[in-house]
């Protein structure tokens, strides 16, 4: 069996290799925040690596980039360890709402519109949607807004009391109505 020791070896030895793909997962970054999202990624990388040698799970083959590449996901999330230097909050809104610490509004469909959308594109959207919301019935917009907010299916399912199942169901409904009310 293998001691920390090793394993704290092993990621040493491949310190480089991982320093150089973080760099490259991140070189849209100005060089400075770029440093700080690679330190960040090798931060985390350490900390689950570590859990995986905890659990015995450490020596599996390929499970050192795969931290790696997690990390680099959690570091772009805007993930820190905890108690190191800024307190940056996640920018995973969903997650938050989740928690019970955001909560969504009523949608405003203007909001779904880039400002770099075309016009012809904007008029359409803004005067179609509406309109075919307004062939669904109350329970089926609510349903809709949820899901256009980012509600997972389960919550969704849970709040109006169906299965998940009939949620997925209904988003497939939805999008069928929507393209047949688009073609009529």
């Known amino acids: ?3 920390i020791d090793t394993f704290k070896n092993t990621f ?3 310190l480089p290799d991982l ?3 973080a760099k490259a997962a991140f070189r849209d970054l100005d060089p400075e925040a770029r440093e700080e999202a690679v330190q960040n990624t090798l931060a985390l990388t350490w900390r689950s690596y570590h859990a995986l040698i905890e659990q015995g799970r450490a020596d599996e083959p390929g499970v050192l980039k795969s931290v790696l590449w997690y990390s680099i996901k959690q570091t ?3 993930r820190t360890l905890p108690g190191t230097g800024e307190a940056e909050k996640p920018r995973d809104v969903y997650r938050n709402a989740k928690r019970g610490r955001v909560r969504f509004e009523h949608v405003e469909l203007r909001h779904f519109v ?3 959308t075309p016009i012809p594109d904007a008029v359409s959207f803004r005067i179609d949607v509406p309109a075919f919301f307004g062939t669904l019935s109350d329970r089926q917009q ?3 807004e949820d899901l256009m907010t980012g509600e997972t299916t389960s919550a969704v399912a849970g709040k109006y009391g169906v299965t998940p199942g009939a949620v997925s169901q209904f988003r497939t409904r939805f999008k069928e109505l929507f393209e047949t009310f688009m073609a009529g």
């Open 1 to 3: 069996m293998q001691t």
């Open 12 to 14: 040493t030895c491949l």
């Open 19 to 21: 320093t150089r793909m």
């Open 76 to 78: 772009r999330m805007g």
């Open 114 to 116: 880039a400002d770099d």
């Open 142 to 144: 609510r349903m809709a």
